[in-house]
């Protein structure tokens, strides 16, 4: 083969082009960490690491959507709880309510069940940072009014919120529904937890507040017959209640554990697809330094040399 | 004879010198003198040798190799074009891979310094902001949250749209420039033509040859190209030998004919509506497109390789098709957003300060300023009050008609509905400036109820919908396969140059080793030469010595 004068030069600089070019990309690789950064660097695989990085976001707003129902359903379980709270003293009283009592303490229990039942309309009207636990979709509403007598004794409590609730997705396809309605007595959806087919807290409580003031012996009878049981029933919504956020909370909790599992199942199928070994990344590159040198130093060698030199 | 000889070594030695400074000439090919042993003298003993002639000058040039390199040079240029106006593109997508900006900490740390965020990424954000939105509908914040992120949408549509929008106009400035040069090209090889045709004649057009295939490898950069020298009937004037002539077609339409240009290439212009327009100098308006034919047989003229073909292909093929495509989505994303939107409520706007008996106007107590005329308000049992109009108003008084069941009890709350999210005027995705003014108004339940969360999450579970305008696709897997589909399509460019340029180097390599200068050799060549011119000089003064020697002896 005739070698000219350009065909030497123009080898060489193809030569280093390439091998400048590998050292760039090899150096971004270790720079970056990544194979490739473009589409078109390697399309199957910049197709996956999309989706996946797609899906791993998607999952990411799942369990920040579980954390903020976390939120609102602990609000709801503490106001639950308080909410037992009246309801096992007021179901103690209404048990202690005999013949036996005296004017005075039927009296003293008539203002400790007013306490109660304020309480218990305050806990009906919790609110946290998204709006009224007990309205329903109705969450910019306090969920109960009252009207009071003369004298300020709350005489009955109305409703204003909705009985229906927010359904939301923790996963995909899987939605349930955190809060619970102030009032449903329809007997379908989610039961109050004040207000259900069985019967009211409130309307109860004020019933038991006004036998203790009446302090007849037909008043009695009537707590010890009605009014007892109907707090029982009223007791047993809010068990059903705490057990239900039990398992909501359990739900939930599995949710979250799953879309953690398939994020860093994610992470690790995108970091397989895009990410550069390192060390190979280093090897190669030092291998390439190697001979982009030898390169530089071999064509200077033969460049250099020429008839020219001895004529 | 030495006098011959002294001639012809001394026109090899200035041809060397030719070629010498030639050396870093890439498109000159060696010259050679083409040296002869001299016609013999006849002597009584025979044929005395009368020395060296020069019977001509020499170019070590292969056709074959000058064609096929043209060839493969406007392959390598179109896919070379092609590379660069897709990899143009794809920058303009602006997908980049950022695998550290996967995880918030890591999105926090890129911030401004990396991971551009593809469409698809801003799609799913939007989607996402949806989500969160139904775990808190009367969330202001997550409202707002939204609106940005569909803004962030929108502006990427658009910025991607109007980048192609703007590649697609210089890329059709581009073709009217490359036609310029191809006709200015024509006619300079008119010109060599002439005078390779006349200078072939007398052996001396080496020099125009060189320079005709210089500028026909720049020529097939543009456009593929044939050419042949072919005899004519008609011989030189000047010398009456016959002569060889220029046949040259480009797109396989003969624009060059014995030795002539007869046809060049001619732009059509077409505006925005696909009507022909005409352009003064050809400066293009936005939404014009340019076509290439020839003035000659337009019909047959079809571009197989070469930059113009490239730009062409480019624009209508990758770039249009990609900007239509994306376009469709977008189109689609603001279609079936508005279709679910309107079927539901914003927060609360008003509620009434007075119980309205179903006619005349409503006595409110407005908890939005943002009520216009046509708007539809919808009460919490079903009934709508349509606002008749703008004047009328007030703080304390809307004007409109109702439907529904009345009357309405002083306190009941009403919400706006029906309206779009996304602009329905102009083009592009644009939020609703009533939605991005007051996110309230955005429609996340239905009803009216703030809880109520049924429509920010029926949006959201749009992402997950099977669209039947984009072949069954969603809308993430449209774009996602729209934008991979790009970079697949670049990546098979990137290989096929790849390929391209090997072959085109091995062809360019081969004919360097035919027609490269070699210094060493041309060196080597120069000693003989020298020596040679030398030797002859001595001839001349030993014969010159001889004949002083005659004269003494007949003195």
């Not at chain 1, 005999?98 to 009906?124: G, T």
């Not at chain 2, 080496?206 to 950069?221: I, P």
């Not at chain 2, 990609?322 to 957003?337: A, G, V």
Request: aromatic content about 6%; proline content about 2%.
């Amino acid at each position: 083969m005739r070698v000219t004068s350009s065909s030497f030069p123009t080898t060489l600089k193809s030569q280093l082009d390439s091998l400048a070019t590998k050292q760039a990309r090899l150096q971004t690789q270790a720079a970056t960490g990544q194979r490739f950064r473009t589409p078109s660097e390697d399309p199957r695989a910049a197709r996956k690491v999309i989706e996946l990085q797609q899906e791993a976001k998607r999952l990411s707003q799942y369990n920040e959507n579980i954390d903020t129902f976390s939120e609102t359903l602990n609000g709801i379980y503490s106001a639950i709880q308080s909410l037992k709270k009246v309801s096992d003293r007021a179901g103690e009283i209404a048990a202690m309510v005999d013949d036996m009592k005296s004017k005075d303490q039927l009296a003293a229990y008539r203002q400790e069940i007013n306490q109660l039942l304020e309480q218990s309309v305050q806990i009906a009207n919790t609110k946290n940072q998204y709006g009224y636990l007990f309205s329903g979709t109705k969450s910019d509403t306090a969920s109960y009014g009252v009207i009071r007598n003369e004298s300020g004794d709350i005489m009955s409590v109305g409703y204003n919120g909705s009985t229906t609730t927010a359904a939301v997705e923790i996963a995909p396809v899987t939605t349930i529904s955190v809060h619970i309605p102030g009032s449903n007595k329809t007997g379908s959806g989610t039961a109050g937890l004040f207000e259900t087919v069985n019967g009211s807290v409130f309307e109860d409580l004020i019933a038991l507040r006004d036998g203790l003031a009446g302090g007849t012996r037909e008043d009695v009878k009537n707590i010890r017959e009605n009014i007892v049981s109907n707090l029982m029933l009223d007791e047993s919504a809010i068990i059903h209640h705490i057990s239900r956020i039990g398992s909501l909370e359990a739900r939930m909790e599995t949710a979250k554990a799953m879309g953690t599992r398939r994020i860093d199942a994610t992470q690790e199928f995108i970091s397989r697809e895009v990410d550069a070994d390192l060390a190979q990344t280093l090897v190669k590159l030092n291998e390439v330094q190697a001979s982009y040198l030898a390169a530089l130093k071999s064509g200077a060698t033969i460049m250099n040399q020429s008839l020219l030199d001895f004529v | 004879m030495a006098r011959n000889s002294l001639q012809a070594n001394q026109r090899a030695i200035e041809l060397t010198g030719h070629n010498l400074a030639n050396v870093s000439n890439p498109s000159y090919s060696r010259q050679r003198l083409n040296m002869e042993t001299a016609h013999g003298i006849p002597v009584e003993y025979g044929i005395q040798g009368a020395g060296v002639q020069v019977t001509g000058i020499d170019q070590y040039r292969d056709i074959l190799l000058d064609r096929q390199v043209a060839n493969e040079g406007s392959v390598l240029a179109y896919l070379e074009e092609k590379q660069k106006i897709l990899q143009f593109a794809q920058s303009m997508i602006g997908q980049d891979l950022d695998r550290t900006s996967s995880s918030p900490e890591g999105k926090a740390a890129s911030k401004g310094v990396s991971g551009q965020m593809g469409l698809g990424d801003n799609l799913s954000e939007f989607f996402n902001a949806l989500q969160a939105l139904s775990s808190n509908p009367s969330s202001q914040a997550h409202r707002q949250v939204v609106v940005f992120k569909a803004q962030n949408l929108s502006e990427k549509f658009n910025r991607v749209d109007f980048r192609l929008g703007e590649l697609l106009h210089d890329l059709n400035s581009e073709a009217v420039t490359m036609v310029d040069d191809v006709n200015n090209a024509l006619t300079f090889l008119e010109q060599v033509g002439h005078l390779i045709s006349s200078n072939k004649v007398l052996s001396n057009a080496n020099d125009y040859t060189d320079k005709f295939h210089k500028r026909l490898e720049d020529l097939s950069k543009f456009i593929d190209v044939q050419f042949e020298f072919k005899p004519v009937a008609s011989a030189d004037p000047a010398t009456g030998k016959s002569m060889e002539k220029l046949y040259l077609k480009i797109g396989g339409v003969e624009v060059i004919e014995a030795g002539d240009v007869v046809s060049k290439l001619a732009l059509v212009i077409k505006d925005d509506k696909g009507n022909k327009v005409t352009r003064k100098d050809n400066y293009l308006e936005r939404g014009d497109t340019v076509y290439v034919e020839t003035v000659k047989s337009a019909e047959q003229f079809q571009l197989i390789s070469g930059k113009i073909k490239a730009v062409i292909d480019s624009r209508d093929e990758s770039v249009r098709g990609f900007k239509t495509s994306m376009n469709l989505i977008s189109e689609k994303i603001k279609e079936r957003i508005n279709l679910e939107h309107a079927k539901g409520t914003s927060l609360p706007v008003l509620q009434l300060s007075s119980e309205y008996a179903g006619t005349g106007s409503l006595s409110i107590e407005k908890l939005s300023n943002d009520l216009k005329t046509g708007d539809r308000l919808l009460f919490g049992n079903g009934g709508v009050f349509t606002v008749s109009n703008d004047a009328a108003i007030g703080d304390q008084e809307l004007n409109g008609t109702f439907t529904g069941v009345s009357p309405l009890a002083k306190g009941e709350r009403a919400a706006l509905t029906s309206i779009d999210f996304f602009d329905t005027a102009g083009d592009g995705l644009n939020v609703n400036e009533r939605i991005s003014g007051n996110p309230a108004l955005l429609h996340a339940g239905m009803g009216g109820d703030a809880g109520n969360n049924e429509l920010a999450l029926s949006m959201a579970q749009i992402i997950d919908e099977k669209q039947e305008d984009l072949n069954g696709q969603t809308f993430n897997e449209a774009l996602n396969r729209g934008v991979i589909g790009f970079g697949q399509e670049l990546s098979s460019v990137e290989i096929q140059t790849l390929d391209q340029s090997t072959v085109l180097k091995m062809l360019q390599e081969h004919r360097t080793t035919i027609s490269g200068v070699s210094i060493d050799e041309e060196m080597a060549n120069l000693l003989v030469f020298q020596r040679a011119f030398q030797a002859n000089a001595k001839l001349i003064s030993l014969l010159d010595e001889l004949l002083a020697i005659s004269i003494n002896v007949v003195k």
